[in-house]
């Protein structure tokens, strides 16, 4: 078992979608929301992730894939 | 002594110990270190910093890390100079420069890193990492070959040659990522939990941030001890320009300006802003990576995060983590955020050049090209107390420049060379 923080950010088409409900149901993979800013053109969520590393990794590759930005939480490290 | 009462979150207020942590446990948000001021104002004083040494550790009382005997470089106390001939072109009389660009690994990173490194080695870190698109490699490497312990540097397979040289010299361990930069990000964010390593932008990222805030003191001190009336600054995650303005605000609640009173740094000492520091805080981004000039411009709520596509790869920080935070700076200041198109850059690199024999990167492009529409707009007015902040070297993205290589090519006789010279004329 496994944790990962990190930060998804909508745009505006995706603000509604339930991505954060369906990366729960479709994975194994427990959510939990920390820190949200959601607006009606865009919003971001701060959550922490708690499964295995694989089924994590799965369940941050099919977010990715609906067009949410998945960011590390921890600063920018590519930095110069 | 570093004079130190802890880290607080800069969202919900919490309050840790000072140690190698940089996300609140509860809410996720950023830590902030947290000083002592009451003590630092019986120690610091004009005197006691011109009476140290010429480097950032002559401001050792207003950093989080003990500065009797710091991984030092010889990061800082750069030059400020006055801008004769960029002045004159571009119609500003009380120009001045801050060359960061002579720093010992060339880039102002030289300031973050010293810090980070000294903490680092205070709790007890033998590697220090990081990943890095150039300057911060060069950097680190450079620090840990001066503290003798192990530098650990990530880097994209695809960085330009030069830059590579440049961190590879010091002889890390430099691991090529065979990846993007977002790439190398992730991988390294998963291994700042699993490595006992001092990660200098991100569980050391507190205590070197606020390296940056000696840019502010620098410029103040060069100054005679007073402040600008704008500052031009270069922008990638937004941490650098709100440390300048700390830093100011910092001089003045400390009474260390020339007829400033000191006052209290109320409840908040990441937001507190003396009525005494009036300087613009003006920010350039690349037209190509402008998340934090777009969100100020477009009146944004949010800095939306971009897909950085910028020759400037210095600035390329596409999800900036100070970015709403900058905002705030800049619109406390009274000042102003600007996307320099890409096709501007090389030509304010070259303006630089030319007129005041300066080579900067591409990122030093930016600023000056951003100060060339800050003063054609009028938002600077001619006679105006003006500081451009120069932060990294040419020498690092000459790919950028090589179409200025263009000699004058003769045979090895007079003739030859009167030939073509005069017609050159």
């Given at each position: 078992m496994g944790k990962q923080r990190v930060k998804f950010t909508f745009e505006e088409e995706l603000v509604k979608q339930p991505v954060i409900y369906e990366l729960g149901r479709k994975f194994e993979v427990v959510t939990n929301i920390r820190r949200a800013d959601v607006g009606e053109e865009v919003g971001w969520v701060v959550l922490e992730l708690d499964g295995e590393e694989t089924e994590i990794k799965r369940g941050l590759e099919w977010v990715s894939s609906t067009g949410v930005r998945v960011d590390p939480l921890g600063g920018d490290v590519i930095d110069g | 002594m570093a004079f130190l009462n802890g880290l607080k979150c800069r969202e919900c207020g919490r309050e840790y110990p000072a140690e190698p942590l940089n996300v609140c446990d509860f809410c996720f948000g950023p830590l902030e270190v947290v000083y002592d001021y009451a003590t630092i104002s019986e120690v610091v004083s004009q005197d006691s910093i011109a009476a140290?040494?010429?480097?950032?550790?002559?401001?050792k009382d207003l950093l989080p890390a003990e500065g009797d005997d710091p991984v030092d470089i010889m990061a800082g106390y750069t030059p400020l100079i006055k801008a004769r001939g960029l002045g004159k072109t571009l119609g500003l009389n009380n120009l001045y420069i801050k060359n960061d660009s002579v720093n010992p690994s060339f880039s102002f990173k030289d300031r973050v890193v010293s810090v980070a490194a000294t903490k680092a080695l205070e709790f007890g870190y033998e590697t220090i990492a990081c990943a890095s698109t150039g300057n911060l490699a060069c950097s680190v490497a450079a620090h840990c070959a001066r503290a003798g312990v192990r530098a650990v540097v990530f880097i994209p397979s695809n960085l330009e040659k030069g830059k590579i040289i440049g961190a590879a010299i010091y002889n890390p361990v430099l691991v090529s990522v065979d990846g993007t930069y977002d790439q190398v990000n992730r991988l390294c964010s998963e291994l700042a939990d699993d490595y006992p390593w001092a990660f200098v932008n991100i569980n050391m990222r507190p205590y070197y941030a606020e390296g940056s805030k000696t840019l502010g003191y620098e410029v103040a001190e060069q100054l005679d001890w007073r402040l600008p009336d704008h500052v031009v600054v270069p922008s990638a995650s937004g941490a650098m320009f709100t440390k300048i303005w700390k830093g100011f605000n910092e001089m003045a609640c400390l009474g260390l300006l020339d007829g400033v009173a000191s006052s209290s740094f109320g409840v908040d000492q990441n937001t507190v802003h003396h009525p005494a520091v009036t300087t613009k805080m003006h920010m350039q981004q690349a037209e190509g990576c402008s998340p934090i000039a777009a969100a100020w411009n477009n009146n944004q709520a949010q800095v939306i995060p971009v897909r950085p596509d910028s020759i400037a790869k210095s600035l390329a920080i596409g999800n900036p983590a100070d970015g709403i935070y900058a905002i705030k700076v800049i619109e406390r200041s009274g000042g102003s955020a600007y996307a320099v198109p890409e096709s501007d850059i090389v030509d304010g690199i070259k303006l630089l050049a030319e007129t005041e024999g300066i080579f900067t990167e591409t990122a030093g492009g930016v600023t000056v090209s951003g100060l060339k529409h800050l003063a054609e707009s009028g938002?600077?007015?001619?006679d105006e107390l003006t500081v451009v902040y120069i932060t990294g070297n040419g020498l690092k993205t000459q790919e950028a420049v090589e179409?200025?290589?263009?000699p004058l090519s003769i045979k090895p006789s007079i003739s030859s060379f009167e030939a073509i010279f005069e017609g050159a004329k």
């Open positions: - | 140290g040494p010429l480097s950032i550790w002559r401001y938002a600077i007015k001619p179409q200025v290589v263009n």
